[in-house]
């Protein structure tokens, strides 16, 4: 994307629990591995079993070694290729070095700069705290193409899948997201008193003097309808709207977590519809960003997310290459989570293969969310599965991921859908772990409200796991795996 300068603004470059009580006539242990089976696949599920039989012989290490990627091969690629590369540093400490860009997490330090030979790439590898270098890397959205045909798409299937049908609904709840911005006029967007539930709108593709960002909020920079002139006259002036969203992603995810469904009288209403919104735009109309948009996005969540409240970060996109959760976007997800904000990673759609988990759903302390097809009860097809190159288990947990039913975008050229009927034009089936991922993240806002009225304090993001490893439905009752991790979330009752 060019870099465009202008006045005020410039273009950035860049781009129901089901009941299991009857084994029907097998011992308990034939039936949990029969519904194993049944859930994920007969292959798959020899392939749990193998690998924990090989690890209660301890011999997991020989399956699954360690292995550290603190340098990414591209580097290289770009060394013999160019003669330099274009890299980003991480580290524990400041550094000397020369750099384009810097952002900070806390103690982390992610430095923008060129390297000219594999002797400067070994140098900053031995420098006391670095942890990786990277090269620059594209990142989409976590959706894919399905058909819609035997899929009974009157069914508000995320909702009845994850329970999330009860009292909790995600109030006062602050969820961020990181995406192709929203369909702010949508009506799903506003609540019962006609206010926008968006608290706050970030752009990060475009930028205001010094800062990296643009920044929207209705209560100070005036309504929807004035937003929406500014968005226009910006979009015809650099085709790309500043908040808008022109790719339809973003506005799926949001109504995902919390739509109010009043376009479809109630029906198709998010999982946690009592919660509210930051929106912060990284992705271009094409579905396309790049490690520089990403982080100055998390950076800027990073940086506000105790000032607004935010306790929920979902990200629906990534991508596919070697780590073992020491590249930049991961660790800068990890020092979000230190900072107490729940992050929800896309596992990724590249297929039921082993070491397929996206980048950052590699994360060490985020929850990485596989997909699961809720109409037919199994394993989606798509849904990446791990463990990481480090031999940790990933996913974390799968979510209600193919043809869910969420907002549509009005600015967007997305496919109508004649099953969806006069709906059509309000809403859209997606596929992908970008739409399980706020399925859980959904649950999560739930389960936030539920354990402050029920326990009186605030949940940590471990107390959200130990609740669903207990409460949650298993699809693996054995062990946590790498294909559903610790199974189903499901929203309190």
Not at 113 to 125: D, H, K, P, Y
Not at 266 to 282: D, E
Request: charged letters at 20%.
């Amino acid at each position: 994307m060019p870099f465009v300068e202008r006045k005020r603004f410039v273009r950035r470059k860049d781009e129901e629990r089901r009941g299991w009580g009857s084994y029907g006539g097998y011992s308990a242990l034939e039936h949990r591995v029969r519904r194993l089976a049944h859930a994920v696949s007969l292959p798959l599920a020899v392939a749990i079993a193998v690998v924990f039989a090989l690890a209660a012989l301890g011999a997991f290490a020989v399956v699954k070694p360690y292995v550290s990627v603190r340098v990414d091969p591209d580097v290289y690629s770009l060394l013999s290729e160019r003669g330099s590369a274009e890299v980003y540093v991480s580290s524990e400490a400041p550094l000397p070095i020369g750099a384009e860009r810097v952002w900070r997490f806390g103690s982390l330090y992610v430095y923008k700069t060129v390297v000219r030979s594999a002797g400067e790439v070994e140098a900053l590898l031995n420098t006391p705290g670095v942890r990786s270098v990277y090269a620059e890397k594209r990142l989409r959205p976590a959706v894919v193409s399905y058909s819609a045909s035997g899929y009974d798409l009157s069914r508000d299937v995320d909702n009845e899948f994850h329970e999330a049908v009860g009292a909790w609904t995600g109030r006062g709840v602050v969820v961020a997201i990181i995406d192709t911005g929203i369909d702010y006029t949508h009506p799903d967007f506003f609540d019962e008193k006609n206010n926008s539930v968006v608290r706050l709108l970030v752009s990060v593709l475009y930028r205001k003097g010094a800062q990296p960002y643009v920044i929207w909020d209705f209560s100070k920079n005036g309504s929807v309808s004035s937003l929406l002139a500014f968005d226009k006259r910006y979009w015809e002036e650099y085709g790309e709207p500043v908040f808008l969203d022109a790719n339809g992603h973003g506005t799926h995810v949001a109504g995902i977590v919390a739509g109010r469904g009043w376009a479809s009288s109630g029906k198709y209403r998010g999982v946690a519809p009592g919660a509210s919104l930051v929106i912060v735009k990284a992705f271009d109309k094409t579905g396309s960003s790049s490690i520089d948009l990403c982080l100055t996005a998390l950076e800027w969540v990073h940086d506000n997310a105790r000032p607004l409240g935010i306790r929920i970060l979902s990200l629906s996109w990534g991508a596919y290459f070697a780590s073992d959760g020491s590249d930049p976007l991961s660790l800068a997800v990890d020092s979000i989570v230190d900072e107490g904000v729940w992050v929800f990673v896309a596992a990724g759609n590249a297929g039921n293969a082993p070491n397929t988990i996206a980048v950052p759903g590699v994360s060490r302390k985020a929850v990485t969310v596989g997909a699961w097809d809720a109409y037919y009860d199994r394993l989606a097809s798509f849904s990446s599965l791990g463990p990481t190159v480090d031999g940790r288990m990933k996913p974390d947990f799968v979510g209600a991921g193919v043809m869910t039913v969420a907002p549509k975008s009005a600015y967007a050229q997305l496919p109508q859908v004649p099953t969806l009927g006069d709906l059509g034009d309000r809403y859209v089936p997606m596929s992908g772990t970008s739409m399980s991922t706020p399925c859980v993240a959904g649950v999560a806002a739930n389960f936030i409200e539920y354990y402050e009225r029920c326990c009186g304090r605030s949940p940590t993001l471990q107390d959200f796991v130990n609740w669903m490893t207990t409460n949650g439905r298993r699809v693996n009752v054995f062990y946590k795996d790498f294909i559903t991790g610790w199974g189903i979330p499901l929203s309190p009752r």
